[in-house]
């Protein structure tokens, strides 16, 4: 069970470690503007294994999205583009797949839940149908009679009560939280081996927000996923993740697993994202209260470490040097010029 003691899990995280299903390496996306490239991801590294949550956590415009869009193939065509880098998926090179075939990853493989269900659902298309229509490419071997029962399997699966009056609706008839329910029964209706949820709950009121992350966690025990769960909130990190990505603006600044990163953030921008969860009570509010100003616009990046212009211990070298990622351990890696110092 996922919510066991800290030894279990970390020794269960420890143990999946060895064969990431996904594993990114050094990824680099850049996008055309009017007046040239911005590069929006600056060597982003990270894997995941099966069974295992790994949270990507950051500010808005982080490149959080970019990230998940690049894992699926669905960048922006032909503006963006992946530059370097590798992402590796159940031993494949998806960057060197042609698209045909990275469409059928996409619909078997690796399913995608995003932000807003309202503009991933069609609107003038019934819940079911949608659904039948998933059921109809992942199991071309099924009759109709047999998409529609599963179809109505999947709407129970997911929490949603009388399925087969639901399976009949349109997505505008539900509420946010049950269109949510239909966007991660359309997702897993494939039995994904990786199932990425690109902030899937920050629309929700929190009490919905709480149960579809119970509903999550059920669905990874039951079927073994890895889930990438991309939020802005520490807190949902907290709850579900095993291990977690910190990325600000387009890099990966810190990386551990989520005992490790809660009890010994070292990165001042994890510090400072910690310090804005109201209801933790002994992180390190001395270091950083809030963090203060915004992630700067891509075309205005600091030549060095890319939080320096917001960090309060920034020095020189920050401001003229990029921190390479440094090995705390192999579980835990950071990307700051002065977290030796500022360790707590
Ligand atoms: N289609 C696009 N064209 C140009 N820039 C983009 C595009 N999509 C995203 N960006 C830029 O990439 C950066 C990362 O965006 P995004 O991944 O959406 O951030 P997050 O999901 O962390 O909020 C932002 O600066 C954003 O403005
Ligand atoms: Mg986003």
Redesign the pocket.
Same mark, same amino acid.
């Given at each position: 069970m996922r919510t066991t003691e800290a030894s279990d899990k970390g020794g269960e995280a420890m143990a999946k470690r060895e064969a990431p299903i996904l594993e990114v390496r050094d990824l680099e996306v850049e996008?055309a +503007?009017d007046d040239g490239k $911005?590069k929006?991801l600056d060597g982003v590294s990270f894997s995941v294994a099966p069974g295992q949550t790994l949270g990507i956590v950051?500010?808005?415009?982080?490149?959080?999205? +970019?990230?998940s869009?690049a894992i699926m193939g669905l960048l922006?065509k032909p503006?963006?583009q992946v530059v370097a880098g590798s992402i590796r998926f159940q031993g494949e090179e998806l960057l060197s797949l042609p698209p045909d075939q990275m469409y059928r990853v996409r619909g078997n493989r690796i399913s995608m839940i995003f932000q807003e269900p309202m503009t991933a659902l069609n609107p003038v298309q019934t819940v079911g149908a949608q659904l039948m229509e998933v059921f109809s490419l992942h199991r071309p071997d099924y009759s109709k009679k047999q998409r529609q029962a599963a179809a109505i399997a999947m709407l129970h699966k997911v929490g949603i009560p009388e399925p087969e009056r639901r399976f009949g609706v349109y997505p505008h008839n539900l509420s946010g939280g049950m269109r949510q329910r239909v966007m991660i029964a359309m997702a897993l209706a494939c039995e994904p081996s990786l199932l990425i949820c690109?902030?899937p709950t920050t629309a929700l009121d929190v009490t919905i927000q709480a149960q579809i992350l119970e509903l999550m966690k059920d669905l990874q025990t039951q079927t073994g996923m890895a889930i990438i769960f $991309?939020t802005?909130d520490l807190g949902v990190v907290a709850e579900l993740c095993d291990e977690v990505v910190v990325?600000y603006a387009?890099r990966a600044v810190e990386r551990a697993d989520i005992y490790e990163l809660f009890d010994h953030p070292r990165h001042p921008y994890t510090h400072g994202l910690m310090a804005s969860i109201p209801r933790l009570e002994d992180v390190p509010k001395s270091l950083l209260k809030t963090i203060k100003g915004q +992630?700067p616009?891509?075309h205005e990046m600091p030549a060095g470490c890319r939080f320096s212009n917001r960090c309060p211990h920034a020095t020189e070298i920050c401001v003229g040097t990029n921190p390479v990622t440094e090995q705390l351990t192999d579980r835990h890696g950071v990307a700051c010029h002065h977290w030796k110092e500022l360790s707590i």
């Open positions: 996008f +503007v $911005i929006v950051g500010e808005s415009g982080c490149g959080k999205s +970019v990230t869009l922006p503006h963006g690109d902030e $991309i802005h990325m387009g +992630v616009a891509l």
